[in-house]
């Protein structure tokens, strides 16, 4: 195991939980990346947009000043000029995982953030069984695609 | 500075910190993600260190933040009160799964990688929000 890996996930994982209990404390939000986002773009609720947009602008130039001044620091290290992994599919792929994505989260009403970490640390019982249901199907999808079909996505 | 222009700094501080965090952890790369899905492979076990931390910090966070009665900059917290388990929750759950186990990106990373932005990810974004539309539409 890469431990060194797994110590930067820590630490990451402690600032997004940060991050959700800074939105707690401030704003009394949960920090649901589809809620926050969904809700700008779909229904943009009257006097509630400023923050999810300045939220946006947040999440995107956290990665960039992390790159420009991180000097190598964390799991993204080492891939010049790239602030994210390559995707791993083409276009077409990319676009029926998008849908997925976001008919599921819409649907679902949260992702990995609202359900799978402000929900959980709510003790949810509705989040718990949807980071379960997500999790589970995520990890068959992935044996299927590797596995099965063997296309190696 | 009123209320309305203080959430929006704390907004920005809040997308900020999120970013980081994801940046840190190694969550903006799929193949990082999809190694972590692929239990039958090569498994890594990062994504269960991010999930812990964060976890663990937001529920040690949110008992001490709810001994107040109100936030900080606004007149209440807004939380979820649905109790019930439905098809919609668990069906919608398992849709995304499918297309987080298909690419890699769950929401946030998807948006945080903006920064790098390539036509595979702006295919992800430009659906992602056609799917919000769509989940919007079909759930009232």
């Known amino acids: ?153 | 500075m009123n209320a309305a222009a203080m959430r929006t700094v704390m907004g920005y501080i809040a997308g900020l910190l999120f970013g980081l965090g994801l940046a840190l952890a190694g969550m903006t790369d799929p193949a990082r993600v999809v190694g972590f899905l692929d239990i039958a492979g090569a498994w890594d076990p990062t994504l269960m260190f991010v999930l812990g931390g964060a976890v663990v910090t937001t529920f040690i966070g949110y008992r001490l933040v709810f001994r107040r009665t109100r936030p900080l900059f606004d007149e209440a917290f807004q939380l979820p009160t649905r109790r019930d388990l439905d098809a919609k929750l668990l069906g919608g759950a398992a849709l995304f799964g499918i297309g987080w186990g298909l690419s890699g990106y769950c929401p946030g990373p998807a948006i945080a990688s903006v920064g790098g932005m390539t036509p595979p990810l702006a295919a992800m974004l430009i659906a992602m929000v056609a799917g919000w539309f769509v989940a919007r539409r079909y759930a009232g």
């Open chain 1, 1 to 153: 195991m890469d431990w060194s890996a797994s110590l930067q996930g820590l630490v990451g994982g402690i600032f997004i939980g940060l991050s959700a209990v800074w939105l707690m404390a401030t704003m009394g939000r949960i920090a649901g990346i589809s809620g926050i986002v969904g809700n700008l773009v779909t229904r943009r609720p009257p006097g509630d947009s400023a923050w999810r947009a300045t939220f946006v602008l947040g999440l995107i130039s956290g990665p960039l000043l992390l790159m420009a001044f991180g000097g190598g620091l964390g799991n993204v290290e080492g891939r010049p000029g790239a602030v994210v992994g390559e995707p791993l599919g083409g276009v077409s792929l990319m676009l029926v995982a998008g849908l997925l994505v976001g008919l599921g989260t819409g649907l679902g009403s949260g992702c990995t953030s609202g359900h799978g970490v402000c929900g959980l640390a709510r003790l949810s019982k509705r989040s718990m069984a949807a980071t379960g249901v997500f999790l589970v199907s995520a990890i068959v999808t992935v044996f299927v695609v590797r596995h099965i079909w063997e296309i190696g996505v």
